[in-house]
């Protein structure tokens, strides 16, 4: 049974930082791409960041140089490093591997920024 578990979540003040964590069951981890997407109130799911296999990085415009997506195959996790938050990046926060074959989410975590 494959399974995508997110932590890391909660609320932070303006300008601070949270570490988002995905941990993978189930599939091997080294051959998927990992994504991290987030979905605001009202508003729809966008890619935040993603990994390949290989570590290959890309990220939204609106997270450059605020945010790093990095990965532990040995782990079978993928991470999001968010820093210099904003009460615009309030959302739920998801994962998804991908590979060619398939492609799963986690169940999200939220991430609130309020001061």
């Known amino acids: 049974q494959v399974q995508l578990v997110e932590s890391g979540g909660g609320l932070v003040q303006p300008g601070g930082s949270l570490s988002l964590s995905c941990t993978a069951s189930g599939i091997l981890f080294r051959l998927y791409t990992m994504a991290w997407y987030r979905q605001a109130p009202g508003k729809e799911r966008e890619l935040v960041a993603l990994?390949?296999?290989?570590?290959?990085?890309n990220y939204a415009d609106s997270v450059k140089g605020r945010f790093t997506v990095s990965r532990d195959n040995a782990k079978s996790a993928a991470y999001l490093q968010m820093n210099s938050l904003k009460p615009d990046d309030t959302a739920v926060y998801s994962c998804?591997?991908?590979?060619?074959?398939?492609?799963?989410w986690g169940k999200g975590t939220l991430v609130t920024v309020s001061s």
């Open positions: 990994i390949t296999g290989g570590g290959s990085a």
């Open positions: 998804k591997s991908e590979s060619r074959w398939n492609t799963y």
